[in-house]
């Protein structure tokens, strides 16, 4: 099991850009594929990227050419840079790891969670 903390959420103007961060404990963070996720009120969480073991990426459609997955082993953090924000991007991110070298698309495909950091872009 690995623990997951994001940060740096927050209020935005449409346009504007924010960095999220998930700092994840243990020392196996290498082992973990890493995912995004977000969940806007009344809707199903969904996938935003991931990032694998070998630092591979995938994006949703939604998100592509405007958000950014990357990983820090050295700080055992995953980050999100998100530029070019619009009002429905508008939803509590969270961070989520599973152990393989695949990436997983859905939230079943992973086994731990982050509590999430709301991020709010105003038109």
């Known amino acids: 099991q690995v623990l997951l903390m994001e940060s740096g959420g927050g209020l935005v103007q449409a346009g504007g850009s924010l960095r999220l961060s998930c700092a994840a404990s243990?020392?196996?963070?290498?082992?973990?594929?890493m995912g995004w996720f977000r969940q806007a009120p009344g809707k199903e969480r969904e996938f935003v990227t991931g990032?694998?073991?070998?630092?591979?990426?995938y994006y949703a459609d939604s998100v592509k050419g405007r958000f950014t997955i990357s990983r820090d082993p050295a700080k055992n953090t995953v980050y999100l840079q998100m530029n070019s924000l619009k009002p429905e991007d508008t939803a509590v991110y969270y961070c989520?790891?599973?152990?393989?070298?695949?990436?997983?698309?859905?939230?079943?495909?992973?086994?731990?969670w982050g509590q999430g950091t709301q991020v709010t872009v105003s038109s």
């Open positions: 243990g020392r196996t963070f290498s082992s973990y594929t």
């Open positions: 990032i694998s073991r070998l630092s591979g990426t």
């Open positions: 989520a790891a599973r152990v393989s070298y695949e990436l997983g698309r859905r939230p079943s495909d992973y086994n731990d």
